[in-house]
């Protein structure tokens, strides 16, 4: 199979044109505005404006594998995520974990060994789907929200309504599929427009964690 085979895995998705799947693709400037707001307030963040970019790259490459559909769009489409989850991760496990820089990548790399660990589970889920490779992030995000409950409680509580409105993304993700024959246009645009606000709230819970870490006290 080659990589400019077209694929068709969504319910709005008709054929094989360029705007076959206009509303998913439209939605994808969700993840643009949101890159471009949280820009403006995580000045002097340098891991807060690196997850700002690496969000927008998140919609370009949506972008480009809700128009062009095919094996490598879905893997430009899949990497920028993935570079935002490691990214994230080494930032909360540095900032607000507080280890140290070899610490924090050591817990980063171990992002790969806890998704295989908990994608078998997932896969049990009746009707998640392809959905249940991203269902043990919502998992992880809820762990470093119990582990900073006490010494940061507003950071575990952003970090926990992160972790729901993922939820609530992924369920759009996977119900685009069982409900197509009702919404003939799916659900897919939803993941878009709630992952993109989901990104952006995660950005916001680090910058609020930061400037609390680093405001005068007393």
């Given at each position: 199979m080659?990589w400019l085979?077209?694929?068709?895995g969504?319910?709005e998705?008709?054929?094989?044109?360029?705007?076959?799947?206009?509303?998913?693709?439209?939605?994808?400037?969700?993840f643009?505005?949101?890159?471009?707001?949280?820009?403006?307030?995580?000045?002097?963040?340098?891991?807060?404006?690196?997850?700002?970019?690496?969000?927008?790259?998140i919609?370009?490459?949506?972008?480009?594998?809700?128009t062009?559909?095919?094996?490598?769009?879905?893997?430009?489409?899949?990497?920028p995520?993935?570079?935002?989850?490691?990214?994230?991760?080494?930032?909360?496990?540095?900032d607000?974990?507080?280890?140290?820089?070899?610490?924090a990548?050591?817990?980063?790399?171990?992002?790969f060994?806890?998704t295989?660990?908990?994608?078998?589970?997932?896969?049990?889920?009746p009707?998640?789907?392809?959905?249940?490779?991203?269902?043990?992030?919502p998992?992880l995000?809820?762990?470093?929200?119990?582990l900073?409950?006490?010494?940061?409680?507003r950071?575990?509580?952003?970090?926990?309504?992160?972790?729901?409105?993922l939820?609530?993304?992924?369920?759009?993700?996977?119900?685009?599929?069982?409900?197509?024959?009702?919404?003939?246009?799916?659900t897919?645009f939803?993941?878009?427009?709630?992952?993109?606000?989901?990104?952006?709230?995660?950005?916001?819970?680090?910058?609020?964690?930061?400037?609390?870490?680093?405001?005068?006290?007393?």
């Amino acid at each position: 199979m080659g990589w400019l085979q077209a694929v068709d895995g969504y319910c709005e998705r008709l054929g094989p044109g360029y705007w076959a799947e206009p509303v998913n693709a439209l939605t994808n400037l969700a993840f643009v505005l949101a890159a471009i707001l949280m820009w403006r307030r995580v000045r002097g963040l340098p891991l807060a404006r690196a997850m700002c970019l690496v969000l927008g790259v998140i919609g370009v490459g949506s972008w480009l594998f809700h128009t062009h559909a095919n094996r490598l769009t879905g893997l430009m489409d899949v990497l920028p995520i993935l570079g935002f989850i490691l990214l994230y991760v080494f930032a909360a496990s540095r900032d607000m974990l507080g280890l140290r820089f070899w610490q924090a990548g050591l817990l980063t790399l171990g992002v790969f060994p806890w998704t295989a660990a908990l994608l078998p589970v997932f896969r049990l889920v009746p009707g998640i789907g392809s959905s249940a490779g991203y269902a043990p992030v919502p998992v992880l995000i809820l762990l470093y929200a119990l582990l900073r409950r006490r010494r940061a409680p507003r950071t575990a509580r952003g970090l926990a309504i992160g972790a729901g409105l993922l939820c609530l993304s992924l369920l759009a993700r996977s119900l685009d599929g069982p409900l197509c024959g009702a919404l003939p246009g799916g659900t897919h645009f939803l993941w878009h427009l709630m992952n993109a606000a989901m990104l952006g709230w995660m950005i916001e819970v680090y910058r609020r964690h930061m400037l609390a870490a680093f405001s005068p006290r007393g």
